[in-house]
């Protein structure tokens, strides 16, 4: 059996890897789990919630779909993808996806300008605006304290990167107003894996899910966890 943990964003919520899960639920017969972060969902509770905590929720959740399942991929977007990169050191990870992993972010002051910009450019693009305003508000609710947590989650899995052995596929958006395109290059470059790839989807914004370019990346995630690959990931004993 194989199973597929798709791990969301800061802020978010299971919504922003729902079609890419949905695409392959169709698809395959695998078990393919999006759990909610401790402090997420449809009502962001994030004051006084430890980053650690995120980490421990994602973990309980490859490891429960560890058990009943041989093989376990992981799917992760933006910090989600930082997560997932933690799993894949400690834990038998068979493949990583990582999509807009948000290994550098752009600061608020730069979000609000793309957001004016758009604002002056008269609703161009407006399939990306819902979710421009959807972080609006989201930045409204979201304490200080909890953008300090996701500071030093990225902190603490960057060190880890070269000691990541699982094939992995970077994906990145170049029209990403939140993750910059460097964060993809970084990523690639420090990461352990002898088979990684990197896909840079043109007309894509930071929600890859739910952008133009999708069915692209829904194509590409699918052949690349199907292919067999020449490596083997860590077997159990090699969890720390």
């Known amino acids: 059996m194989i199973g597929c943990l798709c791990i969301h964003g800061f802020t978010g919520s299971p ?17 393919i789990e999006t759990p909610t972060l401790p402090g997420h969902g449809s009502e962001l509770r994030l004051k006084g919630i430890a980053y650690d ?12 779909l560890h058990r009943r399942c041989s093989v376990v991929y992981v799917i992760g ?23 807009s992993a948000a290994f550098y972010y752009v600061n608020p002051r730069q979000l609000w300008r793309d957001i004016r910009e758009m604002f002056a450019n ?12 959807r972080y609006r508000n989201k930045m409204m609710a979201t304490p200080f304290s909890a953008v300090r947590e996701f500071r030093k989650l990225v902190r603490d899995v960057r060190p880890r990167l070269p000691r990541v052995a699982a094939p992995a596929l970077i994906v990145q958006g170049e029209k990403d107003g939140i993750v910059p395109l460097k964060s ?10 002898s088979e990684k790839k990197l896909l840079f989807l043109p007309n894509s914004y930071h929600h890859v899910c739910h952008s133009t370019d999708r069915h692209v990346l829904f194509a590409e995630v699918e052949t690349f966890l199907r292919a067999a690959h020449a490596h083997h990931c860590k077997s159990p004993h090699n969890m720390v």
């Open 77 to 99: 977007f933006s910090m989600g993808g930082v997560i997932a990169v933690y799993l894949a050191e400690k834990y038998p990870v068979a493949k990583l996806v990582l999509l």
């Open 184 to 193: 993809a290059y970084y990523l690639y470059e420090r990461i352990g894996s």
């Open 122 to 133: 008269g609703w161009k693009g407006a399939r990306e605006h819902p979710l421009f305003l």
């Open 53 to 64: 905590q995120w980490i421990a929720a994602a973990e309980q959740a490859f490891l429960a």
């Open 15 to 31: 919504e922003e890897v729902a079609p890419l899960a949905d695409y392959l639920r169709e698809r395959t017969d695998w078990m």
